[in-house]
């Protein structure tokens, strides 16, 4: 720890104003923040898109908590996310996301303060930074790409630091910052004018979520929030401390502002059907899922893109890659969707065409997969200095490609 201190120094918590341990500079919190933020949003899901209302309406609550807080200057963006799981997250710097399927199973705008002043407050108090410190980062899974209905998980085949933020946002909160988080966002929504009562209310919601599911959905589930019966009662003290303060829920307003995604959601329970049929081998049924799910919600990119997986794994090329196309035409910013309609042109010899796909995945999110098939191509087209690059990339990675990508490096070296 003497060393730490030496390469370090203490600094105040903006937050509580005790003075805690800082090895990471306040620049460095902000360009972590930014760099982290795109790929992160991509990596659990992307952003939802059908309803750009709704995420106006987000970012005023949010913005509104913010300018309350203890640190109204940091750069805050909020975000919803195309993700059934009920969760939320914060990065550094303030960037801020909460999942569609927790906006589904909240009552009313105050419940949506006591997420997002939970969330601020792990951003203004520096947490993420502080888990850092401490190496309490998880090698965790990173969800968001669909099935694995390919021969490669490219879940698993990130590169570089683009993983960085999912694994913050999945990494688990020590006690003391969950419970300063409860305890300072009730304050932020006391200070706004929204009832703290729905911060009790929140807890009890995600207590009612973990009930009766089993360790792994709920360790994936709340993997950076755990709730408990403790975190009611505490919260329930602090409010009970507050006297009777009152302040606006905005139930009606709540209600109409999320009646769009309400009347969607048999869509997005297909696409979940899709997903369990498709794990079990059962492709026309999944499809047909699919196909309804698009019929409901023809806006949402994840439903043609997987139906894309799925199509390509059945053999229909050219269905796959009108999906595909279609899933970038939606969403042309997500790296996942480029990935596989890159993919594609590559089976189909396409190679410019691949070539193009694969390279701007990789400007957001690299992997592995592309940086191998890019090697590929690089050969194909008598790249061979620039094949070697790719295929040294991938080889000196720990996925499943390493060793593919160090036999074609051997061969090019012949």
């Not at 390509?312 to 910013?333: E, I, M, N, R, T």
Request: proline share 4%; aromatic share 8%; hydrophobic share 40%.
């Amino acid at each position: 720890m003497g060393l730490l201190l030496a390469l370090g120094g203490c600094a105040v918590n903006p937050v509580t104003g005790e003075r805690q341990l800082s090895l990471i500079s306040e620049s460095q919190e902000m360009a972590m923040g930014a760099e982290q933020y795109k790929p992160t949003v991509q990596l659990q899901g992307g952003q939802y898109q059908a309803d750009p209302e709704l995420t106006d309406y987000v970012q005023q609550v949010g913005q509104k908590l913010a300018a309350v807080s203890d640190r109204p200057d940091l750069p805050y963006e909020f975000v919803i996310l195309n993700s059934s799981v009920p969760n939320a997250w914060a990065l550094p710097s303030g960037k801020i996301a909460v999942n569609r399927g927790l906006l589904t199973r909240l009552e009313d705008e105050a419940q949506l303060a006591s997420v997002l002043g939970h969330e601020i407050v792990h951003a203004a108090a520096r947490h993420s930074v502080q888990r850092m410190q401490q190496g309490m980062i998880l090698n965790a899974g990173i969800a968001g790409l669909g099935i694995a209905l390919s021969d490669n998980d490219y879940a698993s085949l990130i590169m570089g630091g683009a993983a960085l933020g999912s694994q913050l946002t999945m990494a688990q909160y020590s006690q003391s910052n969950e419970l300063e988080a409860d305890h300072y966002g009730v304050k932020y929504m006391a200070k706004a004018g929204y009832d703290p009562q729905a911060a009790v209310e929140l807890q009890e919601i995600f207590v009612k979520l973990a009930e009766g599911h089993n360790s792994s959905w709920v360790d994936g589930l709340f993997a950076s929030h755990p709730p408990s019966r403790e975190r009611v009662q505490a919260n329930q003290q602090l409010v009970d401390k507050l006297g009777d303060p009152g302040g606006y829920r905005g139930e009606q307003v709540y209600d109409n502002k999320l009646a769009y995604l309400r009347s969607k959601q048999p869509a997005y329970d297909a696409q979940e059907e899709a997903v369990k049929l498709a794990n079990e081998g059962n492709l026309d049924a999944a499809i047909n899922k699919l196909d309804k799910a698009i019929r409901i919600e023809p806006k949402d990119p994840s439903f043609y893109a997987l139906r894309g997986q799925i199509l390509k794994k059945q053999g229909k090329q050219d269905a796959a890659q009108q999906d595909f196309d279609k899933a970038v035409s939606l969403y042309p910013d997500m790296f996942s969707y480029h990935l596989y309609r890159g993919l594609g042109y590559l089976d189909a010899n396409k190679l410019s065409a691949a070539r193009t796909d694969l390279e701007t995945a990789n400007k957001v999110v690299p992997t592995a997969i592309a940086y191998l098939r890019l090697g590929d191509i690089a050969v194909k087209q008598n790249r061979r200095e620039e094949a070697a690059q790719y295929y040294s990339a991938v080889a000196q990675t720990d996925s499943e490609l390493a060793k593919e990508a160090q036999q074609k490096l051997a061969a090019l070296q012949r």
